[in-house]
């Protein structure tokens, strides 16, 4: 514990470090493995998609792929940019508003009294448990008895309260400790204010690990385009890569899914690098432990 | 919990009700979106599960037979009840692994090292890759064995002592090593979370006091985190089985549209599904649950004896009481 400050990289290479970095070389190889195939395999020629035995990396990249999966897009009748801004808007609203529910359930039922706090906790832990697939029929039949399908809020809706985000969220208020808590009141400050102001910072870390995690399941999502939505208008673009890929499934398919995949996948990359570092270094906030 | 909801029978003050109001307000968002697409149509779901559904022309054909779907898939299914004990093994089995491995990454990412940042990165993006379609073409490619973990050896080896549908879930883990691997992402992100929130002057502490550092990890890093690895083993049942690669998702999804089976009989599945999935979590939770320290415990025990005193002192009372009365009536005969 010598080195002091709140950067996350010591500036400079300490000889200490020499163990931890040979002890997770080896293992950031192995898990870097479909990281990297992911970004070779977009790149491949034809001839090396289909290649006996197949082959790892490319050995001649093109961008071919990606201007057959434009092509193709611009043949169709709505335009990709319609895709793209309905999965933004739809995974935006999901993450802000699943991150907002269920920080305030985690408040409520971590840290204040009320009748029934138990029971509600058991039926998050049971939903938990339940599958999406066995759902899927009855949550149908309550969209279409509420009138939302075809419109945004089918996409919405059914993702706003997540069990698993609340149950990770939970786990973290909890940790917080009750004394803070109390002084707050005794300074006057409501149960809003408590949570604005002592609850959401000090579960930073918890917040930006839950919205990375619904922003991911939300943005591969094919359900709720699916099942609950007919206007090709309001789908979203993991719907559209997942049928340019598959309507032509011979072998020119192949080729577009692969650089599809990479393009559905550079967001998440993207959502990652912005909020990892509030998964770090929350200790300079928190103030008491 | 019932009884502690008995003990607990004393009207509210006004600070409480208070509280309690508040209590509502936060959680009745919540609450009405799990109630609407949750719990309804689970119930439904339950209830679809007892009957025979079929889709005519002329609307949803609904009769009621039962628990005819459950001895259907006990008795005749071939596929389901198999799947079922080997998801159940397996899972049991890659828990620990992830549980352990996801530990020992964030132990090593909370050090102080050079390009932290890209190494967290790296280990946490295969969760994304794996939950897409590309899991497909990168297992077609051969990318999820280890060619040099040599299965067939650890097969036989396994057969000659243990029942065969054990030794088969168990070579099955090793063949998937790799992949279960792959799903510790989340996992380790959690934990690294957690062990930031460790404070560093405990560790100086131990140290001024001769510590090692494996002794901070066992007398400090551990007790510390005992909640997270609850939550993580929980997460981790969860995020396995529930996730679209697992192929008894897919024998669900193939019933629901099958003619001869149909969403009565898929519901029934994945009410059973469901039910060996608690099993699971509750196996885990009976392992990890937190076991209190030794100052818990003397608390509990001077509250224990303190409420038998009372009750004591109570019965005293009470007996007083009665010998009073029993003193006056007889002193009124008198």
Same mark, same amino acid.
């Given at each position: ?48 998609? @289909? ?77 938990? /448990? ?9 949550? *149908? ?77 939300? =943005? ?6 699916? *099942? ?12 559209? /890569? ?29 959502? @990652? ?17 | ?72 898939? =006990? ?127 405990? *560790? ?9 550092? =494996? ?55 994945? =009410? ?63």
């Amino acid at each position: 514990m010598a080195y002091k400050g709140n950067r996350i990289n010591p500036r400079k290479f300490e000889k200490g470090q020499l163990k931890i970095v040979l002890a997770i070389l080896p293992l950031v190889l192995f898990m870097g493995l479909p990281i990297i195939f992911i970004f070779s395999h977009a790149f491949k020629p034809m001839e090396e998609l @289909f290649a006996y035995p197949p082959k790892f990396f490319v050995s001649n990249p093109t961008l071919d792929n990606f201007s057959k999966l434009f092509k193709a897009s611009r043949m169709a009748g709505i335009p990709m940019s319609r895709y793209v801004f309905n999965s933004i808007l739809v995974t935006g609203i999901v993450v802000i508003g699943s991150i907002i529910l269920s920080t305030a359930a985690g408040f409520a039922l971590s840290k204040l009294k009320f009748k029934g706090k138990f029971v509600l906790m058991e039926i998050n832990q049971g939903a938990l /448990m339940f599958v999406a697939v066995a759902v899927m029929i009855p949550r *149908y039949l309550t969209i279409n008895f509420l009138g939302i399908t075809n419109t945004y809020l089918a996409h919405i809706l059914p993702w706003l309260a997540t069990p698993v985000a609340l149950f990770l969220i939970k786990q973290f208020i909890d940790q917080v400790p009750d004394s803070l808590i109390e002084a707050a009141y005794i300074d006057g400050a409501g149960d809003f204010k408590v949570y604005t102001k002592i609850i959401l910072p000090m579960i930073k870390p918890a917040i930006a690990t839950a919205a990375i995690l619904i922003f991911q399941q939300v =943005w591969v999502d094919l359900g709720t385009s699916n *099942y609950y939505v007919n206007d090709e208008g309001i789908k979203t673009l993991a719907f559209y /890569m997942n049928t340019l890929a598959n309507a032509n499934n011979t072998v020119a398919g192949q080729g577009m899914a692969a650089a599809a995949s990479l393009i559905m996948f550079l967001p998440n990359l993207i959502m @990652f690098i912005l909020l990892q570092k509030s998964i770090m270094n929350t200790m300079a906030h928190s103030g008491i432990k | 919990m019932s009884k502690k909801a008995k003990v607990k029978k004393v009207k509210l003050g006004k600070l409480e009700k208070r509280e309690a109001r508040y209590g509502y307000l936060f959680i009745l968002p919540w609450f009405i979106g799990v109630l609407v697409f949750l719990l309804i149509p689970l119930v439904q779901s339950f209830q679809f599960s007892l009957a025979d559904i079929r889709m005519t022309p002329f609307g949803r054909l609904i009769t009621f037979v039962g628990h005819e779907n459950y001895t259907q898939i =006990w008795l005749e299914d071939k596929d389901f009840p198999v799947m079922l004990v080997s998801y159940f093994l397996e899972t049991l089995l890659s828990v620990p692994i992830i549980v352990v491995f996801a530990l020992i990454i964030a132990m090593l990412l909370n050090g102080r090292i050079k390009f932290k940042g890209a190494f967290r990165l790296i280990f946490f993006l295969p969760v994304i890759i794996v939950s897409g379609p590309v899991m497909l073409m990168l297992t077609g490619q051969g990318a999820t064995t280890i060619n040099t973990m040599n299965v067939q050896a650890i097969n036989s080896a396994l057969n000659q002592f243990l029942p065969q549908y054990i030794a088969k879930s168990i070579s099955e883990v090793f063949g998937n090593m790799v992949t279960i691997l792959w799903y510790s992402g989340v996992q380790i992100l959690i934990f690294l979370s957690a062990l930031q929130k460790i404070d560093a002057s405990l *560790y100086e502490a131990a140290k001024m006091d001769g510590g090692s550092e =494996w002794e901070c990890f066992w007398k400090i890093t551990l007790p510390t985190i005992k909640s997270m690895i609850l939550l993580n083993a929980v997460y981790t049942v969860i995020a396995t089985s529930n996730n679209e690669s697992n192929p008894i998702i897919n024998i669900i999804q193939n019933a629901m549209f099958a003619g001869n089976k149909g969403y009565g009989y898929a519901s029934a599945m994945a =009410w059973m599904y469901s039910v060996a999935e608690t099993l699971i979590i509750g196996i885990v939770a009976l392992v990890l649950v937190t076991k209190r320290d030794a100052y818990d415990k003397q608390v509990k025990k001077v509250k224990k004896d303190r409420v038998k005193q009372n009750r004591a002192i109570k019965r005293a009372r009470r007996r007083g009481r009665r010998n009073d009365g029993k003193i006056k009536k007889a002193l009124n005969s008198k």
